[in-house]
Nanobody
Framework: QVQLVEPGGGSVQAGGSLRLSCVASGRTFNTYTMSTMAWFRQAPGKERELVARTRWSGIGTYYADPVKARFTISRDNAKNTVNQQMNNLRPEDTAVYYC???????????????WGQGTQVTVSS
């Protein structure tokens, strides 16, 4: 059984920074079913959207346009951890953020098998 746990999140003012972490247990990162790790987010009344994803090798990292140059996704395979550093946060970044794992390199949430419980990020203006 794979579990993804997401400590972190919180509230900041616009322009501030937060760091999200996701710790996986039950499998190691370089197995097929967790070869892609991603962060999604979902704001009230909106669909869940991909924020960033990375392969176990670190190659092929992708960022959604709204977060490019502000967010950085990284993974530590030895610690079964994927992190997301979020800088210069904006009110429109306010959402519940989810860590997810997939065996394919996909932008679609339905291709992801394992999900964390979600953590709230609130950015005030």
């Amino acid at each position: 059984q794979v579990q993804l746990v997401e400590p972190g999140g919180g509230s900041v003012q616009a322009g501030g920074s937060l760091r999200l972490s996701c710790v996986a247990s039950g499998r190691t990162f370089n197995t097929y079913t967790m070869s892609t790790m991603a962060w999604f987010r979902q704001a009230p009344g909106k669909e869940r959207e991909l924020v960033a994803r990375t392969r176990w090798s670190g190659i092929g990292t992708y960022y959604a346009d709204p977060v490019k140059a502000r967010f950085t996704i990284s993974r530590d395979n030895a610690k079964n951890t994927v992190n997301q550093q979020m800088n210069n946060l904006r009110p429109e970044d306010t959402a519940v953020y989810y860590c997810a794992a997939s065996g394919v390199q996909s932008d679609n949430y339905y291709d992801y098998t394992y999900w964390g419980q979600g953590t709230q990020v609130t950015v005030s203006s």
